[in-house]
């Protein structure tokens, strides 16, 4: 109860009406629950990462915590690339999901080819309508997501949550 009063000082979005995490489009980003974790704080450091196969060196996007060519379990983090050129892309200006302000870009973009991760459905963010290009570069960016109760064990916690998008390169 403690951290629901909490959470109403701080102003969740979801105590307020206007962010329901139900029509959440990120992973359940809760220490507790998530194997994949380390990801979450490599953004937090600034960091564009996946887990590598010690045992035959696959990499793998997204993250996970057993490969998936040899199903071993041992697995490192590795940092990927994070400039990005626009292949094509979607620019959703009116009717965008609850908690994603318009427009809701999303582009399909290319690393190139010396990179284990060749290509990736990303946000593009601090972007305005219509501004966006194919060919356009784009640079791995940080941003925080407004944190909601998330119930851990007997006691009901708040989780400072971050995601990655891409933002244009000026
Ligand atoms: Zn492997």
Known sequence: MADLQ???IVGTP?????????????????QE????YP??????????????CKACGHIAFPPGVICPKC???DLEW???????????????QAG????????????WLTF????????????IINCKEGELKEGDEVKFVVFDVPSHPIDVKRDTAIRDRVYYAFEPVK
Not at 14 to 30: K, L, R
Not at 33 to 36: A, L, M, P
Not at 96 to 107: H, K, Q, R, V, Y
């Open 6 to 8: 909490k959470a109403e």
């Open 39 to 52: 990801f979450y704080d490599n953004l937090r450091a600034g960091k564009f990462t996946t887990t590598k």
């Open 78 to 92: 590795v940092e990927l690339p994070q400039r990005a050129k626009v292949v094509c892309f979607t620019e959703t």
């Open 96 to 107: 965008a999901p609850i908690g994603f302000p318009s427009p809701l870009i999303m582009a």
């Open 33 to 36: 629950f998530n194997r994949i």
């Open 112 to 123: 190139g080819e010396d990179t284990p991760l060749k290509h990736l459905l990303g946000r």
């Open 71 to 73: 199903w071993s379990e």
């Open 14 to 30: 979801a105590m307020e009406g206007t962010y329901i995490s139900e029509m959440d489009m990120w992973p359940f980003e809760c």
